[in-house]
């Protein structure tokens, strides 16, 4: 049942309603709020960019360095949409309205930019300071339930729900990962009832699940593999060095993260996933032959890789895991596998695990401005939009130029239909 708080503060009819207060929402916010429009932000957080501080914990990844055909790259099948609206705000810009904020920022030796401190709260800190001095205002403790019959905006909170008025809204409610700190996917059915077409979310740069011996999991889940190569197997694109973890279910970490899309993408189809491991990627493969060759005497099999090749036992047991002993005991394919080991995966990691998700918002249901074509007035930013991309910074770039993108579109619309909404 409806109910209203008789101390409820009720926003102008005139502002924009922003619904998500994580990094999308508050650019969003701001980027209204400097054309000088009222800004309301809805979170059903207690606070705004929990999300952000979290990913902030490990070192606060901003964005990346690379030249800016590289950076697009990142973004695949969505490159070509994403292109323009990072273009208007790039890895640059952003370094430079971080340092606005006073916070100064270095690239790390990984090319990733981070704040000198390594930190997400201050930065947030000072971001929501100057967003209230702008007049931004903010209501936490409202979850968005969707619009009722006259297309306000319904938002369950601790006095009852309410149903506010907004001249235009935007919706930045993150994607389908990390539901405790906020970004649980609700959202998605909500926008279906409205007829908008709305990919599945998936988890993306996420872990794997894979079937380990007993005895292989019990010695050496949680422990980092390291120095190696990887890719999917049948893919076209060359192998990429790197490390990940081994987990009592499988595998995670940067490595296979950034081949999780392709990995996602090889089990939908084929109903499973091959990760193609180069043990030992600075050695070609006929130095690896050569050494195998070589006369081991007395010298056990393992004994004799560590000596010749350095594999550690984390390897040679991952070699004994994916092998059986035909293959162990023929030279050739023993070179060929350490090489390319073939490694099966099953299944992705829940979502709720994932760093992110792909999957949202279709492009095609939106036009150039981020507006929803059948619903005029409603904008969409960050992960609810259907793009992915790999962890480097990529993600926060593109949310923060979505966001902008989505803002801009909505102050132009008001603009352009002030004499409509009267």
């Known amino acids: 049942m409806q109910t209203k708080a008789s101390n409820y503060h009720h926003p102008q009819a005139s502002s924009v309603a922003v619904i998500g207060a994580g990094p999308a929402g508050l650019m969003a916010a701001e980027t209204l709020a400097l054309r000088g429009i009222a800004v309301d932000v809805y979170d059903a957080m207690p606070s705004a960019g929990r999300k952000f501080l979290m990913a ?33 705000f790039d890895a640059a810009a952003l370094r430079a309205w971080v340092k606005d904020l006073g916070i100064e920022t270095y690239v790390g030796s990984s090319g990733r930019v981070f704040p000198v401190d390594m930190k997400a709260a201050p930065l947030l800190r000072a971001w929501l300071h100057r967003l209230r001095q702008q007049g931004v205002r903010f209501h936490m403790r409202h979850r968005w339930l969707g619009w009722d019959e006259q297309g306000q905006l319904r938002f369950a909170t601790p006095d009852g729900e309410v149903c ?81 973890v081994i987990t009592s279910t499988g595998v995670e970490g940067s490595l296979i993260y950034a081949l999780s899309a392709a990995l996602r993408q090889q089990l939908h189809n084929q109903g499973k996933a091959v990760l193609e491991l180069d043990l030992l990627p600075d050695t070609p493969l006929e130095k690896v032959l050569t050494e195998l060759e070589h006369p081991r005497g007395s010298r056990s099999l393992s004994s004799h890789l560590k000596s010749r090749l350095g594999l550690d036992a984390l390897k040679m047991a991952l070699l004994h895991e994916c092998l059986d002993k035909t293959e162990f005991s023929q030279t050739q394919l023993l070179a060929q596998a350490i090489k390319a080991l073939p490694v099966v995966l099953k299944a992705t990691r829940p979502i709720d695990e994932a760093i992110s998700s792909a999957g949202g918002l279709r492009f095609d249901a939106l036009d150039e401005n981020l507006m929803a074509v059948q619903h005029p007035g409603l904008f969409f930013a960050g992960e609810m939009l259907d793009w992915e991309a790999p962890t480097g910074g990529y993600l926060l770039t593109a949310c923060f130029a979505t966001a902008r993108q989505a803002a801009t579109g909505a102050a132009n619309w008001l603009e352009n239909n002030l004499d409509d909404l009267k």
Request: charged share 20%; net charge positive; aromatic share 10%.
């Open 56 to 88: 902030g914990k490990g070192g606060m990844n901003l964005t990346h360095s690379e030249n800016s055909v590289s950076f697009m790259t990142r973004y695949a099948e969505r490159e070509a949409q994403l292109t323009p609206m990072i273009g208007q």
């Open 164 to 244: 506010l008025p907004a001249r235009a809204q935007v919706f930045a409610l993150g994607g389908g990962s990390w539901a405790r700190l906020g970004s649980d996917g609700a959202w998605v059915s909500l926008l279906r009832q409205r007829g908008m077409d709305v990919a599945d979310l998936q988890p993306a740069n996420c872990g794997f699940d894979l079937d380990w011996t007993t005895f292989f999991k019990d010695k050496f889940a949680g422990q980092p593999l390291l120095t190696v190569a990887a890719r999917v197997k049948h893919s076209t694109q060359p192998m990429r060095k790197g490390q990940f």
